[in-house]
């Protein structure tokens, strides 16, 4: 017995030593991250943008759970930051070079990756030399390193150019299976993000919406990267891939190379010394080492101006919801404060709405356009709508205040139209043997009922409470753009359009990026826009945000490098991530209490997945239990 209590003491001796262990190492890496600050100190080197995770309009905080649990956390790159950083760069001589490192990019709305490839443009156009280096170039990655002057790839590398579309996952057999009954309110003939819970395919009028903004789309990419490498034979592996390839016996980067689609083959260690040649070395180093400058040192080093009057840019980015939200996800509450807020304190001259969401809970749209009015009623200031990558669905109903929109030629909008999804459990109860019944005073006792079902009287309230959001929806539009109601509904129907066909529709004013945005604010309110200032409202990241973000960066980096960077490797991480988006997409359509919705579940397809933890960890039980 005497050795039974020992070893128990023992076993607890360890459990204790191992969590003070741990505690240690957390206090010590958030100390650590509280002190450590960007050196603004620039000496001449190689400008390095690590681009690993995808570009977006605003981050998402770290999960500090994630973080400890031992989970990599992806890395998400501010769009405007890293065009600054470009910009920059192209006129400052300490900058030898630029190099964009996109091995393990995961892309972005196509909105975002043209700004950024223009900006490295701009930096070519310049005299400096760029530099771009993968194993693998997708179509997102592509758009950007196309720009470069020189364009490298690992000779086990290659191209794979799939452009936009791809299937979508249908659930109507499933929740057939389980005796689930989706109860669809909508409105919208091409509202199809509701389609998975009702058919077992596409319809027809959404794969023919579809097909026309998947061409658009992909036609503009394809524009642009000529553009950038006109002697390119580019249309042969968009065309005929395999001939290609099968014609360099299987060497898909010797075929690349032949057609001009890269530059240079070479791994690492050769593409660092042709830096090292154009920066220098970094003596004292391995072999392909060159003098760096650090993304986030640089990014210090040229803050955003603090000076002049000051217009306001209010960002509402990621899927729009009721209450309050952290970055990366539009809570209607947090963004409407954070606006009216700035409008109190912040002096602002003008106001810029940037907007690169699919919309979400019509209720919280409302709120951040009750918010907005407030600037341009109340304030008395212009507003200006400045569209990112997607602004559909919600996302145009908190643009339809803006004296001017501007969008990009392939910006994502349009989606006008609304929907609510109800399940019911009634046959599902039934096949395990369980029923249910009572008594009810009204049409509407116990409605909806989960266990019976709904009823014809729940089900007119619901349709012609859509049907009038959707009237409502459509009389917004048809105010902020002077057109009739009914081209409107013509137009609207959920319909999703690529902003060159919308700026035809009269839905935009103008193509221009954030910044041609601002100055047209500038100009409204009287202002010279070289002389004003941009403020950003947003929350301020706390002591321990920065913490979780320093030591988020640190793990990535300290992380053994094992995410898969080959053709094979990186097609099976991506769509993981897409299965995992989906299904969490039909567990929240089906448990979470959403409400009705002015959101385009659709788009997702055309930006980076951005599957969430708790997406991820769903997957993998699904598979687990699958396979087990």
């Not at 450590?36 to 080197?45: H, M």
């Not at 898909?252 to 070395?281: I, M, Y």
Request: aromatic share 6%.
């Amino acid at each position: 017995m005497k050795l039974v209590r020992g070893a128990w003491k023992l076993l607890v001796g360890i459990k204790d030593g191992l969590v003070l262990l741990l505690m240690l190492l957390f206090f010590g890496a958030l100390f650590a991250a509280l002190s450590a600050k960007p050196n603004t100190r620039i000496t001449d080197g190689a400008l390095v943008l690590d681009l690993s995770g995808s570009i977006v309009e605003q981050p998402a905080e770290a999960d500090p759970v994630a973080l400890l649990s031992g989970q990599p956390a992806a890395q998400e790159l501010r769009l405007r930051d890293v065009v600054r950083a470009l910009d920059t760069a192209k006129g400052d001589t300490r900058v030898k070079a630029v190099v964009l490192d996109m091995d393990k990019f995961a892309g972005g709305y196509p909105a975002a990756l043209a700004e950024v490839g223009d900006a490295v443009a701009r930096v070519r156009a310049s005299g400096k030399p760029v530099l771009a280096y993968a194993t693998l170039y997708t179509d997102g990655g592509y758009r950007i390193a196309s720009n470069a002057s020189e364009v490298w790839q690992n000779p086990f590398g290659g191209t794979m150019f799939r452009g936009p579309g791809g299937p979508q996952l249908y659930y109507k057999g499933l929740i057939d299976k389980l005796g689930v009954n989706a109860h669809v309110y909508r409105v919208g003939q091409f509202k199809s993000a509701v389609e998975p819970f009702t058919r077992a395919d596409q319809s027809e009028p959404a794969r023919a919406a579809n097909q026309a903004l998947y061409g658009a789309i992909f036609d503009q990419w394809r524009s642009a990267v000529q553009k950038a490498r006109p002697k390119a034979q580019l249309d042969a592996f968009l065309t005929r891939p395999e001939a290609v390839i099968q014609a360099a016996g299987g060497d898909v980067a010797q075929a690349n190379l032949k057609s001009g689609l890269v530059d240079q083959l070479g791994d690492r260690v050769a593409f660092g010394k042709r830096v090292a040649a154009l920066a220098g070395e970094d003596a004292g180093k391995a072999a392909g080492s060159f003098r760096t400058i650090s993304y986030a040192s640089w990014l210090a080093a040229n803050p955003v101006s603090a000076s002049g009057d000051a217009i306001g840019v209010i960002t509402v980015a990621g899927t729009i919801v009721d209450g309050e939200a952290k970055p990366g996800t539009a809570g209607g509450d947090t963004i409407a404060k954070l606006l009216l807020d700035g409008l109190a304190t912040k002096n602002l001259k003008a106001l810029v709405v940037r907007v690169d969401s699919p919309g979400g809970s019509v209720l919280a749209s409302e709120r951040i356009r009750q918010a907005i009015l407030q600037a341009k009623d109340v304030a008395k200031i212009p507003v200006v709508v400045s569209m990112g990558g997607l602004a559909a669905s919600g996302g145009y109903w908190v643009s339809t205040p803006g004296d001017v929109i501007f969008a990009e030629p392939n910006t994502i909008t349009g989606s006008i139209g609304v929907f609510g999804v109800i399940p019911t459990f009634e046959n599902s109860l039934s096949k395990i043997g369980v029923s249910a019944d009572g008594v009810g005073t009204t049409p509407l006792s116990g409605q909806p009922d989960v266990l019976r079902g709904t009823n014809p009287a729940f089900d007119a309230i619901m349709q012609s409470g859509v049907e009038h959001i959707y009237a409502r929806f459509t009389g917004l539009v048809a105010q902020s753009r002077k057109l009739p109601q009914p081209r409107v509904d013509q137009i609207g129907q959920g319909r999703v359009w690529d902003g060159g066909t919308a700026r035809q529709l009269k839905l935009v004013d103008r193509f221009g990026n954030l910044g041609d945005a601002v100055a047209e604010a500038a100009r409204l309110a009287k202002l010279d826009p070289a002389t004003v200032q941009t403020v950003y409202l947003e929350k301020e990241p706390s002591a321990l945000e920065k913490a979780l973000k320093g030591f988020a960066d640190r793990q990535r980096g300290d992380a053994p490098d094992q995410a898969a960077t080959d053709m094979l490797g990186r097609v099976a991480i991506e769509q993981r991530a897409v299965l995992a988006q989906a299904l969490g997409d039909a567990r929240r359509m089906l448990t979470a209490p959403t409400g009705v919705q002015a959101r385009c579940i659709e788009c997702a397809g055309l930006g980076p997945v951005r599957a969430s933890a708790e997406d991820a960890s769903l997957f993998d039980l699904i598979v687990a239990r699958w396979f087990a």
